[in-house]
């Protein structure tokens, strides 16, 4: 077990709607990354969190955001949801230090987000 | 753009045969990382490469950084059915290739099935 809780486990959203994902980060880490693994693919990445601020973002559109709280855990917002949307959502935590960069990271269990 | 392919894809064998898996690229990592996801679940670490030729065992599973990094490979002696699930490598993005500082680049992963 990693340290890292996500919620909910499983979710099922209506095309048009906004969902928000929950992530608890491993005890001594300040970094969260997300993570959309379509099925069959690897996860890609959505965009990294450090000391609450937005730290890199990958190829996703802005209605895909998210909140880093003062105690590390974090939040994935999506808008206006679509059927590509439907996805398993992983976050996973490490610990940056700015000299030496990301410690490994550790993965939660997912959120399965289905959209119909 | 950094990418990393996997093969093979799709992997089925029986109980104590050995395989390989290979992942490659033409961009040079600082590191590679090994993960192993189940259905439904996160992936989770199983190891780290950080120096060209280095060799890492894990009990029965030999992992191998390539000379240049930028390539490694995972193979497992007597496969058992334990071992049956989602391997993927990944390795940390660089903002030198357009990259995010800190994210993970995934391969598709390779898909292990071992039958009893």
């Known amino acids: 077990e990693t340290g890292v809780t996500q919620s909910p486990t499983h979710l099922i959203k209506t095309r048009g709607q906004q969902v928000t994902l929950r992530c608890s980060s491993q005890s001594g880490h300040n970094t969260v990354s997300w993570y959309q693994q379509a099925l069959g693919q690897g996860p890609q990445f959505i965009f990294q969190?450090?000391?609450?601020?937005?730290?890199g973002r990958g190829n996703f559109p802005p209605r895909f955001s998210g909140l880093q709280f003062p105690n590390y855990s974090s939040e994935l917002n999506v808008n206006a949801l679509e059927l590509d949307d439907s996805a398993l959502y992983l976050c996973a935590s490490s610990f940056l230090a700015t000299s030496a960069g990301n410690t490994e990271a550790f993965f939660g269990q997912g959120t399965r987000l289905t959209v119909v | 753009t950094q990418l990393l392919e996997q093969s093979p894809q799709f992997l089925s064998i029986q109980e104590g045969e050995n395989l390989t898996v290979y992942c490659n690229s033409s961009s040079v990592f600082s590191s590679l990382q090994w993960y192993r996801q189940e259905p439904g679940e996160g992936p989770v670490l199983l190891v780290t490469v950080v120096t060209g030729g280095e060799v890492k065992k894990l009990k029965r599973l030999t992992f191998q950084f390539g000379d240049a990094r930028k390539d490694s490979s995972l193979h497992i002696t007597a496969a058992q059915p334990g071992d049956t699930g989602l391997y993927l490598c990944?390795?940390?993005?660089?903002?030198?290739?357009?990259?995010?500082?800190?994210?993970?680049?995934f391969g598709k992963g390779t898909k292990l099935s071992v039958k009893p």
């Open positions: 969190y450090y000391r609450e601020e937005e730290n």
């Open positions: 990944a390795g940390r993005g660089s903002m030198n290739y357009g990259g995010s500082q800190g994210n993970l680049i």
